[in-house]
């Protein structure tokens, strides 16, 4: 990784620290977070890239930039095919869990100076992904859902399924959000979006300011 982008992930983790150890400003954020998920929901109508977007977002309002715009920006397509349980099927990875665990596991990597050519050197460098996605946004998931899958959530959340594929099933499951209060309280009633990207980044701020290293993981895991 060059130096330049070394310092923007030590100012990163420098900021994250102070987020962390201030309540109001730890409120603030995943206020924040929740507002933006909630914003994002009706402006991009997918999971994936709405979370993504969103946390990457939130973040950079804080001063934390994980990802430049421009990168950004050239990454949203990527997202769009892995909304609604991959590929718009249901039985696929949620897509929020998809869209925030890419941030996860981004800045669980990068805040280590751990680049492609890092990996290649040392293959052990991907448990610290690994943990870092686990341990925050799929544990998430899996207490407050039952399971990873779109229909994990929505089964938890509303005790049925619906057709991905069916524009009228889909609209349906819009109007049911709305009328939940989704869209226009997304803090008392969090949709999973809205959710996903408050959770996102409480957790990226805690990782960046107690980082998972590759002498942690060698350990946990009793790697070679």
């Avoid at 946390?55 to 892995?82: S, Y």
């Avoid at 524009?167 to 803090?187: N, Q, V």
Wanted: aromatic share 10%; glycine share 10%; net charge negative.
């Amino acid at each position: 990784m060059k130096d330049s982008e070394m310092k923007k992930w030590r100012e990163n983790m420098r900021i994250a620290a102070g987020i962390a150890g201030d309540e109001k400003k730890r409120e603030a954020l995943i206020g924040k977070g929740y507002e933006i998920g909630g914003e994002y929901v009706t402006k991009y109508w997918g999971c994936a890239q709405s979370t993504f977007l969103a946390t990457v977002d939130t973040l950079r309002e804080f001063g934390i930039e994980i990802l430049e715009k421009k990168d950004q920006e050239e990454m949203f397509p990527a997202f769009v095919g892995l909304a609604g349980g991959t590929g718009n099927v249901g039985v696929g990875t949620c897509g929020a869990l998809a869209g925030t665990g890419f941030c996860v596991s981004l800045s669980a990597l990068r805040c280590q100076g751990v680049d492609q050519k890092v990996q290649e050197s040392n293959i052990n460098h991907r448990w610290i992904a690994f943990d870092s996605v686990y341990n925050y946004s799929a544990s998430r998931f899996l207490k407050e859902y039952n399971g990873l899958s779109c229909r994990d959530v929505t089964w938890s959340r509303f005790g049925k399924h619906w057709d991905s594929w069916d524009p009228h099933a889909k609209a349906e499951f819009g109007r049911e959000e709305k009328e939940r209060g989704c869209i226009l309280d997304t803090a008392g009633y969090p949709c999973t979006i809205a959710r996903a990207v408050a959770w996102a980044v409480e957790d990226i701020v805690d990782l960046l300011a107690n980082p998972i290293t590759l002498q942690k993981v060698v350990k946990d895991h009793n790697l070679v």
